[in-house]
């Protein structure tokens, strides 16, 4: 089994920043990649930012350069660091990780979910 839980979210200010966390955990042999998705009440989910182990980022379309993503690939967790939010923003925010089962077949793992929200 594995875990995956975020944390961070919350009430900000249109300009505001907020940084979210989430960590994966339990019977993992290895992770290939860890993001960020959200999803907005009446939209699909989307992706906000993917990171992996060697480092390479994949944004979402319309966020690079207001928000970047790290890791800790000792930790398994991954960060997201939002700056300049908007109202456009608010959303449930999702952390992924695609845990390698076997050197054919990965596995994604979903968190519950961050609420951030972004008024005035």
């Known amino acids: 089994q594995v875990q995956v839980a975020e944390s961070g979210g919350g009430l900000v200010q249109p300009g505001g920043s907020l940084r979210l966390s989430c960590a994966a955990s339990?019977?993992?042999?290895?992770?290939?990649?860890m993001g960020w998705y959200r999803q907005a009440p009446g939209k699909q989910r989307e992706l906000v930012a993917t990171?992996?182990?060697?480092?390479?980022?994949v944004y979402g379309d319309s966020l690079k350069g207001r928000f970047t993503i790290s890791r800790d690939n000792a930790k398994n967790t991954v960060y997201l660091q939002m700056n300049s939010l908007k109202p456009e923003d608010t959303a449930v925010y999702y952390c992924?990780?695609?845990?390698?089962?076997?050197?054919?077949?990965?596995?994604?793992?979903w968190g519950q979910g961050t609420q951030v929200t972004v008024s005035s």
């Open positions: 992924n990780a695609r845990v390698v089962l076997n050197p054919r077949v990965t596995y994604d793992y």
């Open positions: 339990g019977s993992i042999s290895s992770i290939s990649v």
């Open positions: 990171i992996t182990n060697p480092g390479i980022k």
